[in-house]
């Protein structure tokens, strides 16, 4: 399985048949904030901070009651909506839960979730920005099923950010489930704030060099086992959902971040830790905020040209020296610490 995952990580930056899948939500109640009179939504009741809407122009309804153990009872009633694209119909009923947010932190959500019967998928959607039109959610593996699904077994979920906060601001934690009719549960536990660290690179502009307008994204080797468990650093933007086509037509989704385009005089890429569990086949990605010195050849950047109007890969960097992350954050002289493998 180690193999397996080196290649996974390899192959997610440089296939060319790669294709992020859309994760644009869009939004329930807004998240307008507190109950109207501008208190904050962590002074509210739990009662307080939990909403829900529906579209009356479709044929689905929700409605919600939160208990004294503060469980929230959410159901879905009416027809459900299941046409396709799923993107176009899932947000159209949905059960949101406030909170504050801060620019450029990344959130930890963590929540009980279970079903009265049916497993359920859903989208959970943690920000909303009607104006720009930005939404950070867990998205969609195809046209017809979102990725998040709950089933009937009472379970704890953790869900991290795949970027940071774009604005501050009162947002909500939505459950979008106008797709299938029914009755679950949430139980929000916690919200947690994170700082993720960032690669700064600067002084390319000589050989070898990268080139203006072009992508760019790294990693570094599989290290740090721990059992079962791999470990590594991914370098690039928010990270979205992926899904990869082997020349035997198996299609599998993974997430990853995404390339960062090269502008000016240095790029900044987010730190991302990334880990597998051999014995589970889980995979996670935090934030990543920690120290760690990465041994020379061991970290590798990516990057992609525009050929008419798809990017191919174009070249494969390591690095010369021992590069070192404090707090996540790390800086390489591309001229000097870089070499084109």
Same mark, same amino acid.
């Given at each position: 399985?180690?193999?397996?995952?080196?290649?996974?990580?390899?192959?997610?930056?440089?296939?060319l048949t790669l294709a992020a899948l859309l994760l644009t939500g869009c939004p329930t109640d807004g998240g307008d904030g507190?109950?109207?009179?501008?208190?904050?939504?962590?002074?509210?009741t739990t009662e307080q901070r939990w909403g829900s809407w529906y579209d009356n122009t479709t044929s689905v309804t929700i409605a919600h009651s939160v208990g004294d153990d503060d469980v929230c009872t959410i159901t879905v009633?009416?027809?459900?909506?299941?046409?396709?694209?799923?993107?176009?119909?899932?947000?159209?009923?949905?059960?949101?839960?406030?909170?504050?947010?801060v620019k450029d932190k990344i959130y930890t959500y963590s929540f009980?979730?279970? #079903?009265?019967?049916? %497993?359920?998928?859903? *989208?959970?959607?943690?920000?909303?920005?009607? +104006?720009?039109?930005? @939404?950070?959610?867990?998205?969609?593996?195809?046209?017809?099923?979102?990725?998040?699904k709950i089933t009937s077994e009472r379970k704890t979920y953790i869900i991290t950010g795949r970027g940071p906060i774009p604005k501050s601001g009162v947002q909500i934690l939505s459950f979008q489930c106008a797709n299938q009719t029914g009755t679950f549960y949430v139980k929000i536990l916690e919200i947690k704030e994170y700082e993720i660290g960032k690669l700064t690179i600067t002084n390319f502009s000589g050989s070898p060099g990268l080139t203006q307008n072009?992508?760019?994204?790294?990693?570094?080797? #599989?290290?740090?086992? %721990?059992?079962?468990? *791999?470990?590594?650093?991914?370098?690039?933007? +928010?990270?979205?959902? @992926?899904?990869?086509?082997?020349?035997?037509?198996n299609e599998t989704i993974f997430l990853a971040p995404i390339d960062i385009q090269i502008t000016g005089s240095s790029v900044t890429l987010l730190v991302w830790e990334a880990s597998y569990d051999e014995e589970t086949g889980e995979s996670t990605i935090v934030p990543f905020a920690g120290n760690v010195t990465v041994p020379a050849g061991d970290l590798h950047l990516d990057s992609f040209e525009l050929v008419g109007d798809v990017y191919q890969y174009n070249a494969h960097y390591?690095?010369?020296?021992?590069?070192?992350?404090r707090n996540g954050n790390a800086t390489i002289n591309f001229g000097t610490q870089m070499e084109e493998e």
């Amino acid at each position: 399985m180690k193999n397996t995952l080196k290649l996974l990580v390899l192959a997610a930056g440089v296939l060319l048949t790669l294709a992020a899948l859309l994760l644009t939500g869009c939004p329930t109640d807004g998240g307008d904030g507190g109950d109207g009179d501008g208190t904050p939504p962590e002074k509210l009741t739990t009662e307080q901070r939990w909403g829900s809407w529906y579209d009356n122009t479709t044929s689905v309804t929700i409605a919600h009651s939160v208990g004294d153990d503060d469980v929230c009872t959410i159901t879905v009633g009416g027809t459900a909506l299941t046409n396709t694209p799923v993107w176009d119909y899932l947000w159209r009923a949905g059960a949101s839960y406030k909170y504050t947010a801060v620019k450029d932190k990344i959130y930890t959500y963590s929540f009980e979730a279970w #079903t009265d019967g049916a %497993d359920r998928t859903l *989208n959970v959607q943690w920000y909303e920005d009607n +104006d720009t039109r930005t @939404y950070h959610n867990t998205g969609y593996e195809s046209t017809t099923l979102p990725v998040f699904k709950i089933t009937s077994e009472r379970k704890t979920y953790i869900i991290t950010g795949r970027g940071p906060i774009p604005k501050s601001g009162v947002q909500i934690l939505s459950f979008q489930c106008a797709n299938q009719t029914g009755t679950f549960y949430v139980k929000i536990l916690e919200i947690k704030e994170y700082e993720i660290g960032k690669l700064t690179i600067t002084n390319f502009s000589g050989s070898p060099g990268l080139t203006q307008n072009n992508l760019i994204w790294g990693r570094t080797d #599989t290290g740090d086992d %721990d059992g079962d468990v *791999n470990m590594f650093l991914w370098f690039g933007g +928010d990270i979205t959902v @992926y899904t990869m086509i082997d020349y035997d037509n198996n299609e599998t989704i993974f997430l990853a971040p995404i390339d960062i385009q090269i502008t000016g005089s240095s790029v900044t890429l987010l730190v991302w830790e990334a880990s597998y569990d051999e014995e589970t086949g889980e995979s996670t990605i935090v934030p990543f905020a920690g120290n760690v010195t990465v041994p020379a050849g061991d970290l590798h950047l990516d990057s992609f040209e525009l050929v008419g109007d798809v990017y191919q890969y174009n070249a494969h960097y390591k690095n010369k020296v021992p590069i070192t992350f404090r707090n996540g954050n790390a800086t390489i002289n591309f001229g000097t610490q870089m070499e084109e493998e």
